[in-house]
């Protein structure tokens, strides 16, 4: 069965991923940030393997896999997880810059390089879950922007450089999809959250399982998802 490396399984877009993969019969190993949400992550997602990584300290990420039991093969790498934190250039410290580029730019990076030389083997997926503010940028978003801008620019270089050998790279830009990210960021807007108005989840995993299920003579490089009501 393929293995999938997944972030972010723990609410929304990664949680509905993960348990559509684990459906099928699939296996699935999730990231997590420390142990204590490794063993949440178990319980649910019964059957599911579990890794150890802090996605807001990418310079540890290497020493911390290397500690554990690494999968022997990897068919796709998720890149799933994201963090926000929205705010005006003239208010945002250099805290809350590195906050978002570690998580949402970074790290993404550094576990590609990690599970690269599985993916070649495997002739793997790459795919990147990105935003509508990795295509466009407004005010407010400048550092989540910044750092998805910089996810598409990861996953155009990647995909040049992986195509010849086999590897595929996707990147996924989901509009506003019902989630706690989703409902933080109403918070930070003043705004009143009602998740009827946004995308389900579920249609964004949808999509991310097209991509991934493709067979071999096609590849996605692109895909833009955005609210259908």
Do not use: C
């Amino acid at each position: 069965m393929p293995t999938h490396v997944i972030t972010g399984a723990g609410s929304g877009i990664g949680a509905a991923v993960t348990r559509r993969l684990l459906e099928r019969g699939d296996e699935a190993v999730l990231l997590a940030r420390d142990a204590g949400r490794a063993k949440e992550l178990a319980g649910m997602h019964p059957g599911a393997r579990t890794l150890v990584g802090d996605l807001s300290n990418p310079d540890r990420l290497s020493w911390a896999l290397a500690q554990q039991s690494m999968p022997e093969q990897v068919d796709s790498l998720l890149h799933i997880a994201g963090v926000v934190e929205l705010g005006s250039v003239g208010d945002l410290t250099p805290k809350a810059w590195h906050f978002q580029l570690n998580a949402n730019l970074v790290a993404p990076a550094e576990l590609t390089r990690l599970f690269l030389p599985l993916l070649r083997v495997a002739q793997g997926h790459v795919l990147f879950v990105n935003s509508g503010a990795g295509l466009a940028a407004h005010a407010e978003w400048s550092a989540y922007a910044a750092s998805k801008h910089g996810l598409k620019a990861l996953a155009d270089s990647l995909r040049h450089e992986e195509h010849a050998g086999g590897v595929r790279v996707t990147s996924v830009y989901p509009g506003r999809t019902a989630s706690p990210m989703q409902a933080k960021v109403h918070q930070q807007e003043g705004k009143e959250y009602d998740p009827s108005r946004w995308i389900d989840p579920e249609s964004v995993a949808t999509t991310i399982l097209m991509a991934i299920d493709l067979p071999r003579d096609a590849e996605v490089n692109d895909l833009t998802v955005r609210p259908g009501r």
